[in-house]
């Protein structure tokens, strides 16, 4: 159900606290894939430690935020993981991490399949292993796989894949819903951002203007697969998709790094927009008194999208598609369905800024 406009309205000039937070525990993983949003790989000696960690969850439980998506890197490499979870659900937050599954056992999928308010998300990114390998790495496709089946048999249910949609990958999308029933889990897919590793890859991966057009309508008839508002871009070409659709950087998410900063969102990790840090007086102290958080916040121009009709439906788009790929906050989103975003590309002063931090290395998983 799409959210109204004057509680789209209201969301736009920020909550008392955010809806929900995304908080990568550690830059450490043990793929690398091309796409990565966060550039991980090492491990960042200055990680909040445990006894930080659990300060955090305790202002986010104190703040009443509904959940947090925990991720990384890859969040299960933390020896202090599963720990972490069990406090955040003992202290009632809600918790969705993802993983990779490389580390989702049978054992470790029964632990999980015995928590109430606990939600994985295995990440995907092809139907078959030739299509996701070549982005996550080989033996990533069966890794996965073999994580899915451990949940299902756990009597988990209604776990989700989550599939960063490419142009190698949009044809599959019915194959991976089939998937995704045949696991008793559900489909979530997101949009691909030139964020991390992906500004090297967004080129090569993007959708052309026909997969965005196709993809809309084939969301617009599969109303339960789930987005996290990623496409709201897409809005522009008829009725809006499920969601607030809007960006919410900073009004109603945004995301932790491991050493306890805090950016406006999770795709634009870098330091213009690096709002404060929870080490310095608290989460709560950044999410109400940071100047970047209150310039979001402000009622914003629709710049170069004024005079399309259509403004009102897609917000101008993805802060960071615009941030990473050279053009202004005011300009159309890069992939706009009209065009205008080519347009604005084509007459772009300089190619987009580098993401900040990258912790990348060059190790992939084995299948065995």
Excluded at 128 to 147: C, H, M, P, Q, V
Excluded at 243 to 253: F, K, Y
Excluded at 260 to 286: K, M, N, T
Aim: proline residues 4%; hydrophobic residues 40%; charged residues 20%.
């Amino acid at each position: 159900m799409s959210v109204n406009h004057s509680l789209r309205d209201r969301f736009e000039s920020g909550l008392a606290a955010p809806i929900c937070l995304t908080w990568e525990v550690t830059y450490a993983c043990n793929l690398a894939c091309r796409h990565c949003l966060s550039s991980s790989g090492v491990r960042d000696p200055r990680e909040l430690t445990t006894d930080e960690a659990k300060a955090f969850l305790d202002e986010v439980a104190a703040m009443q935020i509904f959940y947090i998506n925990i991720g990384g890197g890859e969040p299960t490499i933390r020896r202090d993981f599963f720990e972490l979870v069990e406090y955040g659900l003992s202290r009632g937050i809600g918790i969705k991490f993802s993983t990779n599954g490389s580390r989702i056992t049978p054992e470790v999928a029964q632990r999980l399949a015995g928590n109430d308010y606990l939600d994985v998300q295995i990440s995907l990114d092809g139907a078959d292993a030739a299509t996701n390998d070549a982005l996550r790495g080989e033996g990533s496709y069966d890794t996965a796989i073999r994580a899915m089946e451990n949940l299902r048999d756990a009597g988990m249910t209604g776990f989700k894949i989550s599939v960063v949609v490419t142009r190698h990958n949009v044809g599959q999308i019915d194959q991976l819903l089939a998937l995704a029933d045949s696991m008793n889990a559900e489909l979530r897919l997101t949009r691909l951002r030139p964020s991390g590793r992906g500004v090297d890859v967004w080129d090569e991966l993007r959708l052309s203007a026909a997969d965005n057009r196709a993809l809309y309508h084939w969301l617009m008839d599969h109303p339960t697969v789930l987005t996290g508002d990623s496409f709201f871009h897409l809005s522009a070409l008829g009725d809006p998709l499920a969601g607030i659709n809007l960006c919410g950087a900073g009004r109603v998410v945004c995301l932790i790094d491991p050493v306890g900063d805090v950016y406006a969102c999770p795709f634009v990790i870098h330091e213009q927009f690096l709002a404060g840090s929870i080490r310095d007086g608290g989460f709560g102290h950044v999410w109400r008194d940071s100047e970047l958080f209150r310039s979001l916040r402000e009622p914003g121009s629709p710049g170069a999208c004024a005079s399309c009709g259509s403004y009102d439906a897609c917000r101008g788009g993805c802060m960071a598609a615009k941030f990473f790929t050279g053009l202004e906050l005011t300009d159309p989103d890069p992939e706009c369905v009209f065009g205008h975003g080519e347009t604005a590309l084509a007459q772009r002063v300089s190619l987009g800024p580098r993401p900040s931090p990258d912790h990348s290395k060059r190790v992939t998983i084995s299948s065995r």
